[in-house]
């Protein structure tokens, strides 16, 4: 008996449905961007209760005949591409065909629509995929869709929406996503009959103030400077936020060819734009645009077309954040140096005081190998210090450090740590007394160290503890942090991750390091793939590094907690047998003495 048949159309639109509709924003995005692919100009969203009891888009775009109108809601139907080689010169928002018929396959829709030179338009009515009502109407010319009681047949999937309150978060989340890409169309946002949005046509800067905005004196884009390049390869403008005016919670859109994307790369290109400007509990709002040539980006990647692949990655990363320097570095008020023809630096003299030219001392003794925290002691030279053979050091307006880097490692020793007394300081730092002054040891940093170092050697040793997870999470991955997390997962399992494929494109986590216990592993698992593919970890040795370096900054003592005696003494103590103890790996000062002359100069 044979017992392969072929699914209903009805039955097959369903299961493709949970692709491309996921919730009631995702109707919504599908729906206005098929009014902005019509060429509307004026755009209304009407929304109920969320979008659970209904929602409606209603344009003066293009309008539809009866023979399309009908045809729009079968699947693969489209007006947008005709064959595959129309898929690399893409200038619309949407081209699968898919949209309109997963929408009315759970859910009831009614449709008006009109093109201008008809003298009547059409009425369609379709629940769960089955064709109710077509008639002709009278109505305005555009498109008006009702889409009511979303997954009504699919009440597994109705089952598992969020509350109200959070799923118009997700819906107005989805309407700025394109609102800030098409500031010449006007918008209308309604929910239960309350006007949430009204957008005029306008500017870009205009359209970010009236939404993010709280006057209609651009407050808020007045902390922002503009972004503008044009290269051979891709256009970017947009603006950026300057550096004094960052948050802790940013806003931050990229777009490219009027279509809003996530890219972490490129997230990690204005980041290194702003470095040395933020701290790290900041972070920069942006509102930047990309244009270029459509085959040199793949958007049919996923049904939500938000992950957007770049024939060259590397270029734009450059490109992009030689632009935000090059804004940033126009509009900063950080003073300049002027250099005079002869090549001496114009520093100002007070009045009333000789001018003086500025000396620059030598230090020979000084390893740059050393002084940088390197985690490879294995490679620093044998013989460093024939890099200064032929330079005599200098004398004069030289001023000596307090100590010198061969001696980083002599301002602690275990054995002066035992007994002597600690204080801690402003939740951040521990206070002890020192080789000639007071020490100061930056906690959060010191514990992260010590954690790194612990995790580096648990995975030496596949050692690690891991700790069960009450409620399983599922970590879901595009198809590049797929390939990514393949190689890392032996690792992740042996530091301590409980985790196994779940489908094609999630994992589930069952159990987490010992260490991360009572947190989520979601973010420092995307938080570890992130960061190998940045620094490009390709062999074992560097992505371990990346992982233990990842999950040492989140199991570590954070900043604000106070630490007794005992623990404030255990941390000083591991922290001294460390190799380098003085700076991170990547050059931050974890320890630094605050010599007795300089005390002594205070008094």
């Not at 060819?257 to 790290?280: D, E």
């Amino acid at each position: 008996m044979d017992i392969i048949h072929l699914l209903p159309d009805s039955v097959a639109n369903q299961i493709a449905a949970g692709e491309v509709i996921q919730r009631p924003a995702s109707c919504l995005k599908e729906l206005v961007e098929n009014s902005l692919d019509a060429g509307a100009k004026r755009i209304q969203v009407l929304v109920r209760d969320a979008g659970r009891t209904t929602l409606q888009v209603i344009d003066d775009g293009t309008g539809m005949s009866e023979t399309d109108a009908r045809l729009a809601f079968e699947r693969h139907a489209t007006s947008k591409i005709r064959d595959a080689k129309d898929l690399f010169s893409l200038r619309t928002m949407g081209f699968r065909g898919e949209a309109l018929a997963s929408i009315c396959a759970v859910s009831q829709v009614e449709m008006t629509t009109r093109r201008a030179e008809d003298e009547t338009g059409t009425l369609l009515e379709i629940h769960g995929s089955d064709v109710v009502r077509q008639e002709v109407c009278s109505c305005p010319v555009g498109t008006n869709i009702k889409v009511s009681n979303l997954f009504f047949n699919v009440p597994a999937r109705r089952k598992f929406l969020k509350s109200d309150q959070t799923e118009l978060r997700n819906l107005l989340t989805e309407f700025y996503h394109i609102v800030l890409v098409y500031p010449k169309v006007s918008f209308t946002f309604v929910h239960n009959d309350e006007i949430l949005l009204e957008l005029p046509a306008g500017t870009e800067k205009q359209r970010i103030e009236a939404v993010f905005g709280n006057s209609k004196r651009n407050v808020y884009t007045s902390a922002f400077v503009e972004v503008h390049t044009e290269t051979e390869m891709v256009s970017i403008h947009g603006f950026v936020v300057k550096p004094e005016n960052a948050t802790r919670k940013a806003e931050q859109y990229f777009f490219v060819n009027s279509r809003y994307m996530r890219h972490p790369y490129f997230l990690k290109a204005v980041q290194t734009a702003y470095s040395g400007m933020l701290t790290n509990d900041y972070q920069p709002s942006f509102f930047l645009y990309f244009d270029l040539d459509p085959e040199a980006i793949d958007v049919n990647v996923h049904p939500t077309k938000t992950e957007i692949k770049f024939a060259d990655e590397q270029t734009v990363f450059q490109i992009l954040m030689a632009a935000v320097r090059e804004a940033l570095g126009k509009f900063t008020l950080a003073p300049t140096i002027d250099f005079d023809t002869q090549g001496n630096i114009n520093i100002p003299v007070p009045p009333n005081q000789p001018a003086q030219q500025p000396r620059m001392g030598l230090d020979p003794t000084y390893n740059p190998f050393h002084t940088r925290g390197t985690i490879y002691p294995d490679r620093v030279p044998s013989n460093w210090s024939s890099l200064y053979e032929g330079i005599a050091p200098t004398t004069g307006n030289t001023q000596p450090s307090a100590f010198h880097p061969q001696q980083e490692q002599d301002i602690l020793r275990a054995e002066d740590v035992e007994n002597c007394p600690l204080w801690q300081y402003g939740g951040k730092y521990i206070l002890l007394p020192g080789a000639g002054g007071l020490v100061l040891v930056n906690q959060h940093r010191a514990h992260t160290a010590i954690l790194r170092a612990s995790f580096l050697e648990q995975l030496g040793h596949r050692q690690g503890v891991m700790q069960q997870l009450l409620f399983p999470e599922v970590l879901e991955l595009s198809q590049e942090e797929l390939a990514l997390v393949q190689p890392l997962l032996p690792d992740l399992r042996a530091i301590g991750f409980d985790i196994e494929q779940l489908t094609p494109d999630s994992y589930s986590i069952q159990g987490v390091p010992a260490l991360l216990a009572g947190q989520s592993a979601l973010p420092t698992l995307q938080h570890i793939l992130s960061q190998v593919r940045e620094r490009g970890a390709d062999t074992q040795a560097e992505w371990r590094e990346q992982i233990a370096q990842t999950l040492a900054e989140n199991a570590a003592i954070p900043y604000g907690r106070t630490l007794t005696e005992p623990e404030m003494r255990d941390i000083v103590t591991k922290l001294v047998q460390l190799p380098v103890y003085r700076r991170t790996a990547d050059g931050k000062t974890i320890v630094s003495l605050l010599s007795d002359e300089e005390i002594n100069k205070r008094f």
